[in-house]
């Protein structure tokens, strides 16, 4: 049983930073190659990719969006996927969940669509205000 559980959201003001956790059960990180993914989720918008790394090591991705504010990485020893988030903005307001699949390298190549991750956590809500 694959389990993902985020944590680390909160309020903040523009400008103000915050990092996500995601916990994943040892079967998730130690036995399988994944992908990775954060995904978020405003009120009435389709759930868009934020970040995405495969586990087994290799580059990152970051929506344009994001780009150059935040940071995914990964702690394989401590099965942690982590979502660092810099200079916060009003439209980053959403529910944060974190992603994963069984995949190739080749195949985490991109911030991937939501139908593409099997596994989701509950997610945790990230409020920015102006």
């Known amino acids: 049983q694959v389990k993902l559980v985020e944590s680390g959201g909160g309020s903040v003001q523009t400008g103000g930073s915050l990092r996500l956790s995601c916990a994943a059960s040892r079967y998730t990180y130690t036995y399988n190659s994944n992908c990775l993914g954060w995904f978020r989720q405003a009120p009435g918008k389709e759930r868009e990719g934020v970040a995405a790394?495969?586990?087994?090591?290799?580059?990152?991705y970051y929506a344009d969006s994001v780009k150059g504010r935040f940071t995914i990485s990964r702690d394989n020893a401590k099965n942690t996927l982590y979502l660092q988030m810099n200079n916060l903005k009003p439209e980053d307001t959403a529910m944060y969940y974190c992603?994963?699949?069984?995949?190739?390298?080749?195949?985490?190549?991109?911030?991937?669509?939501?139908?593409?991750?099997?596994?989701w956590g509950q997610g945790t809500q990230v409020t920015v205000s102006s």
């Open positions: 992603a994963a699949i069984p995949s190739t390298l080749a195949y985490c190549s991109g911030v991937l669509a939501a139908a593409d991750f099997t596994y």
């Open positions: 790394v495969y586990n087994g090591g290799g580059p990152t």
